[in-house]
């Protein structure tokens, strides 16, 4: 009897989703995309009216294994929304105070800047706290070896704007809210959600510690190959920010929590608080917002892996696409959007390739700037030779990708709106643009060398 309720329940799941959304058709859309993206491997996760529509893995992981949708991934930062959700779990139980000051309810706070007293938690969720990469010192939290830790080395470092005034997107805000956690509940951060988020919901594969869960080696895209890496070090186990490790099984059992169904772990009132956007940004609490559509989404990007959340309330879907590798483009979400596209009739787009005609065009540059070095080199008399214009003035044109090359992590953390990027992390996914500059400088470089070499033996 039980059996046939639950397949009765299927079924009408199923009548009721658009037709061209079955799980057939949902597989043969994934493995379109990890074809066209060349992932080295992906799960996926789609969940409605609280079931899992379907939760699969494609490609491989460094072993040569099968993904599978039991195949624990870092997430990054989709990691916020669960900790908003811890932290909205201590606000029904009285245990934080949702607008109450940060400073009043976490011992070890404090910062140079007097305004940092009137942060909230609300701020901190809505990234409205203004803290900024910009105006702390990013390396030096980073080393932190505990939230606490992690905590007082704020005690330096300023803020960019007044508290409420502006958005940044920050991940101070979020591991401060996990040090809130550990503080009002007497837990460490990883156990209060292990107990009281994870637990709750089934998700037996997921920590914020890769000593409690082993993820899946990432990999980095170099010129189209996909090789494996050790994720960058940083303060990632026990993080707020960006510690989650879990699995696509499992993100199933969150998505369906996130929608209300399910069993409940906060109020309804309480997850629309964290699902509405604030007036300043199209920014919930771990959640992004579309205006026109009003879909929840929020992507993870660390430097081996890449992750996207999502859920419609239109149309009561969700769902979480998580891959072992990253590279200069994001496909994790393309695959999510053309994921939304069939659960609303729509036919998607083919995702992917963008990663390979960048990837491409950088390393036909590399070759052309390695060229263009050796021909300049073997020149570099005929050079010498030319009477017009001063000699010393044109040995500057060649040097200008060395100069680019100096300002590297300055002009990516511009281009990022601010975010602290170095020179390690753009080893990683920017390799390909990375090896190209250096090549381009060392090309310049090498050539400037040569025509001062020959200047100087004809005085």
Known sequence: MKSLLIGLSAALTFSAAPAGMTPPSIDAFLRQALESTGLPGFSVVVTHNGTIVHAAGYGHDS?????????????????????????????????????????AQLPGFRMADPRAAKITVRQLLNQTSGLSDTTVDIAAVESATSLADYTSRLAGS??????????????????????????????????????????????????????????????????????????????????????VITTAADMGKWLIAQT??????????????MHTPTKIRDYGMGWGVERDTGLLAHSGNLFTYNAVEAVSPKTGYGFAVMANGAALTDDTYTIMKGLVALTEGRTPETPGGDRQLFELVLGVLALVAAGLGAVGVLRSRRWAARRSGRPWLRLVPPLLPAAVLAAYPDLVSF?????????????????????????AALSGVLVTAARIRVLLRAR
């Open 63 to 103: 072993a040569g294994d099968a993904v599978t949708e039991n195949t624990p991934m870092r997430v990054a930062s989709v990691s916020k929304s669960f900790t908003a959700m811890a932290v909205m779990t201590l606000v029904e139980r009285g245990k934080i105070a949702l607008d109450g000051p940060v400073a």
């Open 158 to 243: 300023e803020l960019r704007a007044d508290p409420g005034t502006r958005w940044e997107y920050c991940n101070v805000n979020y591991d401060l809210a996990a040090r809130l956690v550990e503080v009002a509940s007497g837990q460490r951060f990883g156990d209060y959600l292990r107990d009281r988020v994870f637990g709750p919901l089934g998700m037996k594969s997921s920590a914020v510690s890769d000593q409690v869960v082993k993820p899946a080696d990432g990999h980095n895209s170099i010129f189209g190959a996909w090789l494996p890496r050790p994720e960058l070090s940083g303060f990632l186990n026990d993080s707020g920010s960006g510690g």
């Open 260 to 273: 209300g169904d399910g069993r409940p772990l906060v109020k309804r009132k309480s997850l629309d608080v």
């Open 415 to 439: 281009l990022m709106n601010g975010r602290t990027v170095t020179w390690a992390q753009l080893t990683y996914f920017a390799a390909p643009l990375s090896i190209t500059l250096v090549v």
